[in-house]
């Protein structure tokens, strides 16, 4: 199995064309990066992606930004979940990452989404995998993991860090739904969270060992899994990012960290990580 890293135009300050470039230098295989609305945005980031042979993963928000609106109905949702899969298919996405749902509705409410959501994939042949995301229907491993028990094909996106500050305590602490979760996974979002927020101020940070061990035990665990699924390649998207995640000063709002340096940092961490993680395992099948 091969892990490929996507960069994320999330915070990033250029266009797509800069974008791809600095993907390119860093070793990524791709961008992650919503269909763009205007008709010469699409053709940029078409153009980017060809010119530098990169991969695309396509992000969608349901009814929403990343915190949906609250009122929306399971049908609006849909209505623009649809829309957003039919539309990027005109850049041929690997597959997309969708924050979808909202996390006031119920069990039953989320699995009729879901349901509906992966019927509508299906039909557009696009691959489909929903983000473990604060304000949406996966915002905390135990209604997860009731969702998933009844939708046991639903490809999860893993972003663990939302769970830490959900549950005020690292996300391994739920090794139970950690390890259910993993069975679905499909793609994971390299951010590391702690108990009080969804992004350490910078994850080589001494101080913030513990909160990276716990994340990276649960990447692992995404791999093992996808490993045993028979999965040729893993997908990742390094996503520390800016509205509020990346720390500043106080009074001048000066961000304490360079937000690319971060992302490259997790992925070149993530890149030894990965080696040595398979390494280990081919050790271990080579001895039974």
Known sequence: ???SHFKTLWGHPGDAASAARLAVDAGFQGLEAPLPAQATQREALGHALAAHDLRWIQEICTAGSYVPRRHATVEEHLADFQQQLAAGRELGAEFAN???????WSIDDSVRFFAEAQNIAVGLGVTASFETHRGRSFFCPWNTVAILERLPELAVT??????????ERLPDTEWDSIERVAEQALHVHSRVGYDQGPQVPHPGAPEFADALAAHQRCWEAVWSSQQRRGLSTTTMTPEFGPDGYLHTLPFTGA??????????????CERRHFQQWSAAHDLKRQAV
Not at 158 to 166: E, Y
């Open 1 to 3: 199995m091969q892990l």
């Open 158 to 167: 893993c972003d663990f860090s939302h769970w830490a500050v959900v549950c």
């Open 255 to 268: 961000p304490i960290a360079d937000l690319w340096d971060l992302n490259r940092w997790i992925a070149d």
């Open 98 to 104: 969708v924050m979808g749902g909202c996390d006031a």
